[in-house]
Protein backbone atom coordinates (compact mmCIF):
# COMPACT_ATOMS: atom_id res chain seq x y z
CA UNK A 1 0.00 0.00 0.00
CA UNK A 2 1.34 3.56 -1.28
CA UNK A 3 1.65 5.70 2.11
CA UNK A 4 0.68 9.20 2.91
CA UNK A 5 1.64 11.55 0.49
CA UNK A 6 1.79 15.14 0.95
CA UNK A 7 2.34 17.64 -1.78
CA UNK A 8 4.26 20.02 -2.80
CA UNK A 9 6.91 18.66 -0.22
CA UNK A 10 8.48 22.11 0.23
CA UNK A 11 7.22 26.04 -0.28
CA UNK A 12 8.23 29.20 0.00
CA UNK A 13 5.67 31.89 -0.06
CA UNK A 14 5.68 35.86 0.99
CA UNK A 15 3.60 37.62 3.79
CA UNK A 16 -0.01 38.27 2.64
CA UNK A 17 -0.48 35.46 0.33
CA UNK A 18 -2.33 32.32 0.43
CA UNK A 19 -1.55 28.66 0.03
CA UNK A 20 -2.87 25.45 -0.10
CA UNK A 21 -1.53 21.77 1.19
CA UNK A 22 -2.74 19.10 -0.30
CA UNK A 23 -2.70 15.35 0.98
CA UNK A 24 -3.81 12.00 -0.09
CA UNK A 25 -4.14 9.76 2.85
CA UNK A 26 -3.36 6.25 2.43
CA UNK A 27 -6.04 4.02 0.23
CA UNK A 28 -9.03 3.19 2.61
CA UNK A 29 -8.28 5.58 5.75
CA UNK A 30 -11.12 7.59 5.64
CA UNK A 31 -10.05 10.22 8.67
CA UNK A 32 -6.88 13.02 8.08
CA UNK A 33 -5.41 14.83 10.72
CA UNK A 34 -3.49 17.73 9.81
CA UNK A 35 -0.59 19.23 12.39
CA UNK A 36 1.65 21.88 12.57
CA UNK A 37 5.24 21.28 13.46
CA UNK A 38 7.47 24.36 14.90
CA UNK A 39 10.96 24.10 16.55
CA UNK A 40 9.26 26.37 19.46
CA UNK A 41 5.84 24.92 19.62
CA UNK A 42 6.37 21.29 18.86
CA UNK A 43 3.65 19.47 16.89
CA UNK A 44 0.03 21.24 17.16
CA UNK A 45 -3.16 20.00 16.08
CA UNK A 46 -4.79 21.73 13.50
CA UNK A 47 -7.99 20.09 12.66
CA UNK A 48 -9.70 16.45 11.66
CA UNK A 49 -11.96 15.44 8.81
CA UNK A 50 -13.41 12.03 8.39
CA UNK A 51 -16.09 11.73 5.72
CA UNK A 52 -15.64 15.45 4.10
CA UNK A 53 -17.07 16.53 7.62
CA UNK A 54 -14.67 18.37 10.23
CA UNK A 55 -14.60 16.32 13.54
CA UNK A 56 -12.12 17.94 15.95
CA UNK A 57 -10.50 21.49 15.83
CA UNK A 58 -7.26 22.63 17.06
CA UNK A 59 -6.91 26.47 18.36
CA UNK A 60 -5.76 28.25 15.01
CA UNK A 61 -6.97 31.04 13.72
CA UNK A 62 -9.58 31.46 11.14
CA UNK A 63 -6.86 32.23 8.70
CA UNK A 64 -6.19 28.02 8.84
CA UNK A 65 -9.22 26.26 6.88
CA UNK A 66 -9.44 22.69 5.41
CA UNK A 67 -11.51 20.44 3.56
CA UNK A 68 -11.68 16.84 2.58
CA UNK A 69 -12.95 15.46 -0.88
CA UNK A 70 -15.41 12.31 -1.47
CA UNK A 71 -11.94 10.36 -2.40
CA UNK A 72 -10.96 11.22 1.52
CA UNK A 73 -8.14 13.40 -0.47
CA UNK A 74 -7.71 16.68 2.05
CA UNK A 75 -6.51 20.12 1.66
CA UNK A 76 -5.72 22.53 4.18
CA UNK A 77 -5.67 26.20 3.04
CA UNK A 78 -3.81 29.28 5.10
CA UNK A 79 -5.01 32.48 4.16
CA UNK A 80 -2.94 36.13 4.64
CA UNK A 81 0.41 34.30 5.42
CA UNK A 82 2.67 35.54 8.29
CA UNK A 83 5.93 35.07 9.07
CA UNK A 84 4.99 32.80 12.14
CA UNK A 85 3.32 30.27 10.27
CA UNK A 86 6.74 28.96 8.40
CA UNK A 87 6.38 25.22 9.90
CA UNK A 88 6.13 21.50 8.69
CA UNK A 89 2.70 21.04 7.79
CA UNK A 90 2.10 16.93 8.29
CA UNK A 91 -0.82 15.16 7.52
CA UNK A 92 -2.03 11.88 9.12
CA UNK A 93 -4.63 9.40 7.95
CA UNK A 94 -6.24 6.33 10.01
CA UNK A 95 -8.92 3.91 8.98
CA UNK A 96 -11.01 5.06 11.65
CA UNK A 97 -10.96 1.46 13.21
CA UNK A 98 -10.86 0.91 17.11
CA UNK A 99 -7.11 1.76 16.61
CA UNK A 100 -5.62 4.69 17.26
CA UNK A 101 -2.78 3.99 14.57
CA UNK A 102 -1.95 7.33 12.99
CA UNK A 103 0.01 7.08 9.27
CA UNK A 104 1.77 10.45 9.16
CA UNK A 105 2.88 11.83 5.29
CA UNK A 106 6.53 13.35 5.03
CA UNK A 107 5.19 16.63 5.64
CA UNK A 108 5.27 20.45 3.63
CA UNK A 109 8.00 22.61 4.81
CA UNK A 110 6.34 26.08 4.61
CA UNK A 111 8.59 29.01 4.63
CA UNK A 112 7.27 32.64 4.96
CA UNK A 113 9.60 35.48 3.65
CA UNK B 1 -5.40 23.95 27.59
CA UNK B 2 -4.10 20.72 28.09
CA UNK B 3 -0.28 20.61 27.82
CA UNK B 4 2.43 17.62 28.31
CA UNK B 5 5.75 17.93 29.93
CA UNK B 6 8.12 15.04 28.32
CA UNK B 7 11.24 14.70 29.44
CA UNK B 8 14.28 14.93 29.14
CA UNK B 9 14.67 17.01 26.30
CA UNK B 10 17.78 15.71 25.06
CA UNK B 11 19.90 12.48 25.73
CA UNK B 12 23.21 11.39 24.32
CA UNK B 13 23.68 8.10 25.20
CA UNK B 14 26.17 5.06 24.56
CA UNK B 15 24.86 2.16 22.27
CA UNK B 16 23.84 -0.43 24.52
CA UNK B 17 22.84 1.49 27.54
CA UNK B 18 19.09 1.74 27.80
CA UNK B 19 17.38 4.87 27.33
CA UNK B 20 14.44 6.27 29.62
CA UNK B 21 12.01 9.69 28.99
CA UNK B 22 8.27 10.24 30.26
CA UNK B 23 5.68 12.76 29.67
CA UNK B 24 3.44 13.89 32.71
CA UNK B 25 0.59 15.85 32.29
CA UNK B 26 -2.32 17.78 34.90
CA UNK B 27 -5.00 16.72 32.65
CA UNK B 28 -6.34 13.38 32.31
CA UNK B 29 -6.16 11.19 29.24
CA UNK B 30 -7.80 8.21 27.63
CA UNK B 31 -5.08 7.21 25.46
CA UNK B 32 -1.39 7.59 25.40
CA UNK B 33 0.99 6.89 22.34
CA UNK B 34 4.92 7.23 21.07
CA UNK B 35 6.05 8.48 18.16
CA UNK B 36 9.47 8.60 16.62
CA UNK B 37 10.38 11.22 14.13
CA UNK B 38 13.49 10.57 11.73
CA UNK B 39 14.95 13.54 9.85
CA UNK B 40 12.61 14.70 6.67
CA UNK B 41 9.97 11.94 7.64
CA UNK B 42 6.78 12.43 9.18
CA UNK B 43 6.38 10.50 13.19
CA UNK B 44 5.71 6.55 13.40
CA UNK B 45 3.69 5.15 15.77
CA UNK B 46 6.01 3.11 17.97
CA UNK B 47 3.18 2.34 21.14
CA UNK B 48 -0.52 2.98 21.72
CA UNK B 49 -1.82 2.60 25.05
CA UNK B 50 -5.40 2.78 26.10
CA UNK B 51 -6.01 1.64 29.76
CA UNK B 52 -4.47 3.05 33.14
CA UNK B 53 -1.77 1.11 34.24
CA UNK B 54 -1.44 -0.84 30.63
CA UNK B 55 2.62 -2.13 30.21
CA UNK B 56 3.39 -2.75 26.66
CA UNK B 57 6.09 -4.20 24.65
CA UNK B 58 7.08 -3.54 21.09
CA UNK B 59 10.42 -5.04 20.50
CA UNK B 60 13.03 -3.51 22.67
CA UNK B 61 10.28 -1.15 23.29
CA UNK B 62 8.37 -1.11 26.63
CA UNK B 63 5.78 1.69 27.55
CA UNK B 64 3.00 2.16 30.59
CA UNK B 65 0.43 4.30 30.75
CA UNK B 66 0.47 5.99 34.30
CA UNK B 67 -2.35 4.51 36.65
CA UNK B 68 -3.51 8.36 37.14
CA UNK B 69 -4.20 8.51 33.48
CA UNK B 70 -1.75 11.45 33.72
CA UNK B 71 1.44 10.31 32.71
CA UNK B 72 3.61 7.32 30.78
CA UNK B 73 6.88 6.92 29.88
CA UNK B 74 9.36 5.06 27.30
CA UNK B 75 12.23 3.09 27.76
CA UNK B 76 14.39 1.58 25.05
CA UNK B 77 16.85 -1.28 26.19
CA UNK B 78 20.08 -1.73 24.31
CA UNK B 79 20.07 0.61 22.67
CA UNK B 80 21.72 0.74 18.42
CA UNK B 81 22.52 3.47 16.34
CA UNK B 82 19.47 3.76 14.30
CA UNK B 83 17.61 4.68 17.58
CA UNK B 84 19.05 8.17 17.01
CA UNK B 85 15.75 10.56 16.44
CA UNK B 86 13.23 11.96 17.97
CA UNK B 87 10.91 10.45 20.29
CA UNK B 88 7.05 12.16 21.62
CA UNK B 89 4.88 11.20 23.10
CA UNK B 90 0.86 12.11 22.24
CA UNK B 91 -2.06 11.55 24.50
CA UNK B 92 -5.75 11.99 23.16
CA UNK B 93 -8.30 13.77 25.18
CA UNK B 94 -12.40 14.04 24.41
CA UNK B 95 -14.39 11.55 22.71
CA UNK B 96 -13.70 7.65 22.86
CA UNK B 97 -10.24 6.28 22.21
CA UNK B 98 -10.13 6.59 18.86
CA UNK B 99 -11.46 10.15 18.59
CA UNK B 100 -10.78 13.16 20.27
CA UNK B 101 -7.50 14.79 19.07
CA UNK B 102 -3.96 14.36 19.90
CA UNK B 103 -1.52 16.44 21.76
CA UNK B 104 1.82 16.09 21.72
CA UNK B 105 4.48 16.24 24.05
CA UNK B 106 8.24 18.49 22.95
CA UNK B 107 9.79 15.68 22.05
CA UNK B 108 13.10 13.71 23.48
CA UNK B 109 16.18 13.77 20.91
CA UNK B 110 18.09 11.11 21.51
CA UNK B 111 21.87 10.13 19.71
CA UNK B 112 23.58 7.48 20.08
CA UNK B 113 27.15 6.92 19.94
CA UNK B 114 28.58 3.64 19.15
Known amino acids: KAGVTQTPRYLIKTRGQQVTLSCSPI?????VSWYQQTPGQGLQFLFE???????NKGNFPGRFSGRQFSNSRSEMNVSTLELGDSALYLC????????????FGPGTRLTVL | GQQLNQSPQSMFIQEGEDVSMNCTSSSIFNTWLWYKQDPGEGPVLLIALYKAGELTSNGRLTAQFGITRKDSFLNISASIPSDVGIYFC??????????????FGQGTTLQVKP
Open chain 1, 49 to 55: YFSETQR
Open chain 1, 92 to 103: ASSPFTSTDTQY
Open chain 1, 27 to 31: SGHRS
Open chain 2, 90 to 103: AGRVGGSSNTGKLI
